[in-house]
T-cell receptor, first 115, second 114 residues
Framework: DSGVTQTPKHLITATGQRVTLRCSPRSGDLSVYWYQQSLDQGLQFLIQYYNGEERAKGNILERFSAQQFPDLHSELNLSSLELGDSALYFC??????????????FGPGTRLTVL | AQSVTQPDIHITVSEGASLELRCNYSYGATPYLFWYVQSPGQGLQLLLKYFSGDTLVQGIKGFEAEFKRSQSSFNLRKPSVHWSDAAEYFCAVGARGATNKLIFGTGTLLAVQP
């Protein structure tokens, strides 16, 4: 158990819908990262928040957004869902936000299926 | 731009045999390097990491990896594979700078034959 929790574990929804994925980092970690794992794209970095502020952005679609709240939990919002958004979404956390780099601890993931 | 290449998509080894999983990276300076393992239906677990210093790093579960700057490689090794090592293995590079984001390779799926 990494100490990172993600809810829900599974999510099934229809095209055009909007969903919210939630992540609680390990106690004491200030950074939260979101990654998408799909068959065709592999594991891709989406976005990083550090202590409530956006720190880095990767290949995140405009239909996707995230935020980190004062209690440090994070939410990833996916809207206007398409079939291709079906994937496993991982959240990770670390103590710091940049150099020196620290270990990232990964949650179990949320499996999103868009029908 | 940073990138990671894992040339072997799928590898099968016999239990008790040695294992080497290949990883090549592209980065302008000395990177941070990681190996993660993902068991079916699970999240990613860190096996080992290289930041600086000794180029041979030891990790959990009997794994080790060697950083070779001249070859831009960070191959993962294990002298004797156990059936429980069957999983997908990901090499990743982390930038030195304002973010800790990781760039992952495409993964190598390891099957272990009895």
């Amino acid at each position: 158990d990494s100490g990172v929790t993600q809810t829900p574990k599974h999510l099934i929804t229809a095209t055009g819908q909007r969903v919210t994925l939630r992540c609680s980092p390990r106690s004491g970690d200030l950074s939260v990262y979101w990654y998408q794992q799909s068959l065709d794209q592999g594991l891709q970095f989406l976005i990083q928040y550090y202590n409530g502020e956006e720190r880095a952005k990767g290949n995140i679609l405009e239909r996707f957004s995230a935020q980190q709240f004062p209690d440090l939990h994070s939410e990833l919002n996916l809207s206007s869902l398409e079939l291709g958004d079906s994937a496993l979404y991982f959240c990770a956390s670390s103590v710091g936000g940049g150099s020196p780099i620290g270990e990232q601890f990964f949650g179990p993931g949320t499996r999103l299926t868009v029908l | 731009a940073q990138s990671v290449t894992q040339p072997d998509i799928h590898i099968t080894v016999s239990e008790g045999a040695s294992l080497e999983l290949r990883c090549n990276y592209s980065y302008g300076a000395t990177p941070y390097l990681f190996w993660y393992v993902q068991s079916p239906g699970q999240g990613l677990q860190l096996l080992l990491k290289y930041f600086s210093g000794d180029t041979l790093v030891q990790g959990i579960k009997g794994f080790e990896a060697e950083f070779k700057r001249s070859q831009s490689s960070f191959n993962l090794r294990k002298p004797s594979v156990h059936w429980s090592d069957a999983a997908e293995y990901f090499c990743a590079v982390g930038a030195r700078g304002a973010t800790n984001k990781l760039i992952f390779g495409t993964g190598t799926l390891l099957a272990v034959q009895p």
